[in-house]
């Protein structure tokens, strides 16, 4: 990643047929979305993707379609430990990795048990740096199956190894992230934040960048978001753009990620709304939500011709 220049990562979806097989072709055609919208980097094989839903090898299969399509144009992260014994989660890193990543992501909620203390959580991860040579790794503070965050002391462990360069913060906490940027100060590191709410703030506080799944509806205003969130000639305007978002969060998170299929099929998209997840009723109530967000998106974009794509 370019850490200098504020970017944002999707935190990619996985297209399904309707007949519940990965849609490979779909999977290129979004792709292609994220990067024409400007991400400067991917999360492939995450929980938007329904990662807990694929099978290893298709994983596997999933990243290295993304890592092609890519094609070197931005760098990609992905998912790479899932639970069951140090040994085998070190070994599926090594398949992960192989695949082309810049860096494979652990999930904290998966290296120990939530009854289970920091200094065993600590532990655990140096055993996974001490198996798996020289790859780049990197933190998600994943929700699932519960969340675990990391405090910025513990990052403090890490990052001087020099193995640690990518960290998708969930903490909801703007002192905390500004805390843990200090942590990465003068290594080859970057937060990305995955809280809106304070979005323009964590970015002022150095994070490297936003990845949430408000992304995926509308990406282009957040990488507009992240180029401008301190230009003082469009503080009305970024101030605009970060409360549409925080105003349509709740619908946003509703029936995910089958809301956000639906709604990418309304800008054009040739995916179907299939998922694997389990994500509830699709109501006609849900559906006119969507639908409305959609006209209040379009007549953002009309209102702020900067963004229009």
Same mark, same amino acid.
Request: hydrophobic share 40%.
């Given at each position: 990643?370019?850490?200098?220049?504020?970017?944002?990562?999707?935190?990619?979806?996985?297209?399904?047929?309707?007949?519940?097989?990965?849609?490979?072709?779909?999977?290129?055609?979004?792709?292609?979305?994220?990067?024409?919208?400007?991400?400067?980097?991917?999360?492939?094989?995450?929980?938007?993707?329904?990662?807990?839903?694929?099978?290893?090898?298709?994983?596997?299969?999933?990243?290295?379609?993304?890592?092609?399509?890519?094609?070197?144009?931005?760098?990609?992260?992905?998912?790479?430990?899932?639970?069951?014994?140090?040994?085998?989660?070190?070994?599926?890193?090594?398949?992960?990795?192989?695949?082309?990543?810049?860096?494979?992501?652990?999930?904290?909620?998966?290296?120990?048990?939530?009854?289970?203390?920091?200094?065993?959580?600590?532990?655990?991860?140096?055993?996974?740096?001490?198996?798996?040579?020289?790859?780049?790794?990197?933190?998600?503070?994943?929700?699932?199956?519960?969340?675990?965050?990391?405090?910025?002391?513990?990052?403090?462990?890490?990052?001087?190894?020099?193995?640690?360069?990518?960290?998708?913060?969930?903490?909801?906490?703007?002192?905390?992230?500004?805390?843990?940027?200090?942590?990465?100060?003068?290594?080859?590191?970057?937060?990305?934040?995955?809280?809106?709410?304070?979005?323009?703030?964590? /970015?002022?506080?150095?994070?490297?960048?936003?990845?949430?799944?408000?992304?995926?509806?509308?990406?282009?205003?957040?990488?507009? /978001?992240?180029?401008?969130?301190?230009?003082?000639?469009?503080?009305?305007?970024?101030?605009?753009?970060?409360?549409?978002?925080?105003?349509?969060?709740?619908?946003?998170?509703?029936?995910?990620?089958?809301?956000?299929?639906?709604?990418?099929?309304?800008?054009?998209?040739?995916?179907?709304?299939?998922?694997?997840?389990?994500?509830?009723?699709?109501?006609?109530?849900?559906?006119?939500?969507?639908?409305?967000?959609?006209?209040?998106?379009?007549?953002?974009?009309?209102?702020?011709?900067?963004?229009?794509?």
């Amino acid at each position: 990643m370019n850490y200098l220049e504020k970017g944002f990562i999707p935190v990619m979806l996985t297209p399904f047929l309707e007949n519940g097989e990965v849609d490979y072709d779909g999977l290129t055609q979004l792709t292609e979305f994220y990067l024409a919208s400007g991400a400067n980097g991917l999360f492939a094989n995450c929980l938007s993707s329904e990662m807990f839903e694929l099978t290893p090898r298709e994983r596997i299969k999933v990243t290295q379609h993304v890592v092609n399509v890519a094609n070197n144009r931005v760098p990609v992260v992905a998912t790479g430990t899932f639970g069951s014994a140090i040994e085998k989660q070190a070994d599926f890193i090594n398949q992960i990795y192989q695949t082309g990543v810049q860096a494979v992501i652990m999930i904290t909620g998966l290296l120990a048990n939530e009854d289970e203390s920091d200094e065993v959580l600590n532990e655990r991860i140096f055993e996974l740096l001490n198996r798996t040579g020289k790859i780049p790794l990197g933190f998600y503070e994943c929700p699932v199956p519960y969340k675990r965050v990391l405090s910025p002391e513990q990052l403090s462990l890490f990052i001087p190894t020099g193995r640690i360069t990518y960290h998708k913060d969930t903490c909801l906490n703007s002192e905390q992230v500004r805390a843990k940027v200090a942590a990465g100060k003068g290594y080859n590191f970057g937060l990305y934040d995955a809280y809106l709410v304070h979005a323009v703030a964590s /970015l002022k506080a150095g994070s490297a960048g936003l990845s949430c799944i408000q992304g995926n509806f509308f990406p282009e205003l957040i990488v507009w /978001l992240c180029q401008n969130y301190n230009n003082s000639q469009l503080e009305s305007e970024v101030c605009k753009v970060q409360d549409f978002l925080i105003e349509n969060m709740e619908i946003m998170h509703t029936v995910y990620p089958f809301t956000v299929k639906y709604f990418l099929r309304k800008l054009g998209l040739n995916i179907s709304t299939f998922t694997r997840r389990e994500t509830g009723v699709f109501s006609t109530n849900i559906k006119n939500e969507v639908d409305r967000l959609y006209g209040d998106y379009v007549r953002l974009q009309e209102e702020l011709t900067l963004i229009v794509t």
